[in-house]
């Protein structure tokens, strides 16, 4: 009887091991991450190797002496996802030549938890490209277990449901979605994070951490 009871013992702590592994196979895991090869001072990017299983939400910040310069919490893009994803972006605005940009994601819940988050953190001099700085895991393995909010260094984070667009002729800024609101001044020529306002004529722009959003016509878009 004795050598029954110490077979079924096994047998059952064999089971236990395998939903374990199960278990902890279910869960998202991250196993690199690299500065992308566009990244300068004028915006940046990593490449990460993941794996993600249902993941909702995704957080980023990018930062200089530890004030952000981009900031942003959306729904995520790599709700299930497995491999290396190229040019995680940050659309940061430009930045001096030299300065040492810190880069950090995570993806998973807002906020984050332990049970499906990963992260990851990567500083490089944005001239040189030299990278210092590595850190990647499970949540809270490069944040130290700070929740990210909006801080008082970004109020205004990038809102969601913005797209990357054209404006490659520049367009007069208002302050709200009526053409009787001019802020006295032109957007600059270029791409700039936008989406269709309440009025289809126009579309909302956002400029900055530290800016107003403002509209622009949306004849002056493209994409």
Request: hydrophobic content about 35%; aromatic content about 12%.
């Amino acid at each position: 009887m004795s050598i029954l009871r110490f077979t079924v013992v096994l047998i059952v702590g064999a089971v236990v091991l395998l939903l374990d592994s199960q278990a902890v196979s279910a869960a998202s895991s991250i196993s690199a991450v690299s500065l992308s090869s566009y990244s300068d001072c004028e915006g940046g990017g990593v490449d990460i190797t993941i794996e993600t299983v249902d993941v909702l939400r995704e957080y980023g910040t990018a930062s200089v002496n530890g004030v952000n310069i981009l900031e942003f919490e959306q729904s995520a893009g790599l709700g299930n996802f497995s491999g290396t994803y190229f040019g995680y972006n940050y659309p940061f605005p430009d930045q001096p030549e030299n300065s040492l940009i810190t880069l950090y994601g995570y993806t998973g819940d807002t906020p984050p938890t332990s049970d499906n988050t990963i992260e990851w953190r990567l500083t490089y001099n944005c001239t040189t490209k030299a990278v210092s700085d590595v850190c990647y895991g499970v949540y809270p393995a490069c944040s130290g277990g700070t929740t990210p909010t909006t801080s008082a260094s970004c109020p205004n984070p990038l809102p969601s449901g913005m797209v990357v667009r054209s404006v490659p002729a520049g367009a007069l800024a208002y302050y709200s979605d009526d053409s009787t609101t001019y802020a006295g001044f032109n957007l600059a020529p270029g791409t700039w994070y936008t989406r269709l306002a309440d009025n289809t004529d126009f579309y909302e722009v956002w400029i900055a951490c530290s800016g107003n959003n403002v509209f622009i016509p949306a004849a002056n878009v493209v994409g």
